[in-house]
């Protein structure tokens, strides 16, 4: 362990040797000429010896004095050159954390335009479905599924995530036409144990199936599920607005109007100690502003506050 002494009195001690004169660090500290005598008196009686003495009407260094300031002096450099490059390098690096499905289907596509607004800012995407700890520092931003804000974090709301099956046009001209949601019960779902089929059925039947979905291919991820259905391997449950691309291009299409909409929401994120950094506030006017523009007329309510949609 270290034995140094307080470095409070220390950086006061840097100050009034490097200005000579204790009047001058006062104002460069921000403190009162009395508490820089304080500190020095503090630190001197630590060392049991004195650093300044009178010179006229100011001050001098002691020979101890002398021999420590270069030291010192060059410490606090090297303890500014350190803290330098890390503010450096998180104020031009924006670390952003996103789930799967969000980050391949829809942020992916749309983040060069961010960064060609910003070009002194490199991005940095991590994907994952795991939670990151943003108080923590591991990511700038979260765009993550909630119910609600998470405590300690600047929350802003995106979306909602209506789901509803959908299915490539030709897998279905190959099928008996739907025309009710108990239509679907006889026809190849992808990943029909995904508990987004029970909530879209309940919603849209009153309730879910009594009976076990039959053997079917599984996925445990929607990227997977949405590329199944593309390919005509059968239904799958999806989050439309995840998937806008591929509606428009009619590989989707939504067989049935009816929708569910799933608890969660996704929701921007970020440590309140970062609200006020110009890369944080840059990064959420534009993602607020794209998620509206992704969602045009918002034809399956994914913009519907939560507490709104609960009501």
């Known amino acids: ?45 630590r060392l049991g010896a004195p650093l300044f003495v009178r010179s006229g009407r100011g001050i001098a260094l002691t020979d ?3 021999r420590i300031a270069p030291q010192v002096s060059g410490a606090f450099d090297a303890m500014g050159e350190a803290f330098a490059t890390v503010q ?19 942020l992916a596509g749309r983040l060069g335009s961010f960064q060609l607004a910003h070009p002194d800012l490199a991005v940095r995407l991590h994907v994952g479905d795991e939670m990151v ?17 998470l405590p300690g974090h600047c929350c802003h709301f995106l979306m909602r995530m209506p789901v509803t099956p959908l299915a490539n046009p030709a897998f279905l001209a190959q099928h008996p036409p739907i025309r009710s949601p108990a239509d679907l019960l006889a026809l190849p779902r992808v990943s029909n144990h995904d508990d987004w089929w029970d909530l879209w059925f309940a919603a849209a039947m009153g309730e879910a199936p009594a009976t076990s979905p039959p053997a079917g291919i599984r996925f445990d991820s929607q990227i997977l599920d949405g590329n199944a259905a593309i390919a005509g391997h059968g239904l799958a449950i999806l989050s439309p607005p995840m998937w806008q691309p591929a509606i428009d291009a009619g590989l989707l299409v939504q067989p049935l109007p009816q929708l569910a909409r799933y608890r969660n929401g996704f ?13 944080i506030r840059a ?14 007329d918002d034809p399956h309510g994914a913009l519907v506050p939560l507490e709104a949609a609960r009501a």
């Open 267 to 279: 929701w921007l994120m970020y440590a309140e100690a970062k609200r006020n950094q110009p890369k």
């Open 133 to 149: 700890d943003l108080l923590g520092g591991e990511a700038d931003v979260g765009v993550r599924g909630a119910p609600g804000p």
């Open 1 to 45: 362990m270290r034995k140094l002494p307080p470095l409070a009195a220390v950086r006061v001690f840097e100050a009034a040797a490097r200005h000579g004169n204790f009047t001058r660090a006062a104002d460069e500290l921000g403190m009162t000429q009395a508490a820089v005598s304080y500190q020095m008196k503090l630190l001197e009686e």
């Open 283 to 296: 990064f959420r006017d534009w993602l607020l502003a794209e998620v509206k523009a992704s969602l045009r």
């Open 64 to 66: 101890l004095g002398r």
């Open 88 to 106: 450096t390098e998180s104020e031009s690096v924006l670390a952003i954390t996103a789930p799967r499905t969000l980050a391949t289907n829809w």
